[in-house]
């Protein structure tokens, strides 16, 4: 069983910075990507950065060159950097994840439970 542990989010002022980690637990026998997705209230799903095994790393428009996403393969663990952060960057932010099972070495998408981003003007 594997299971995606987010923490950070908070309530920031605009123009502010907040930091968002993820750490995959459990029969992980490889992690092929790990990324962070948004949702704001009446909006779907979207992707605001993802990273891969590779090294290669790819932003949402809305959020190039203002967060970074970086990760560290020994912890099986990503963050993410929000910086200048905007009230349209309000969210609540899941982590997902790209893993093949140490059990079945099948590969399955993952999500984490979810961390509230809310940016005051």
């Known amino acids: 069983q594997v299971q995606l542990v987010e923490s950070g989010g908070g309530l920031v002022q605009a123009g502010g910075s907040l930091r968002l980690s993820c750490t995959a637990t459990?029969?992980?026998?490889?992690?092929?990507?790990m990324g962070w997705y948004r949702q704001a209230p009446g909006k779907q799903r979207e992707l605001a950065a993802l990273?891969?095994?590779?090294?290669?790393?790819r932003y949402d428009d809305s959020v190039k060159g203002r967060f970074t996403i970086s990760g560290d393969t020994a912890k099986n663990t990503v963050y993410l950097e929000m910086n200048s952060l905007k009230p349209e960057d309000t969210a609540v932010y899941y982590c997902n994840a790209d893993i093949v099972s140490l059990i079945t070495s099948v590969n399955l998408k993952y999500w984490g439970q979810g961390a509230q981003v809310t940016v005051s003007s």
């Open positions: 990273l891969t095994r590779a090294g290669i790393v």
């Open positions: 459990g029969n992980i026998l490889r992690v092929n990507s």
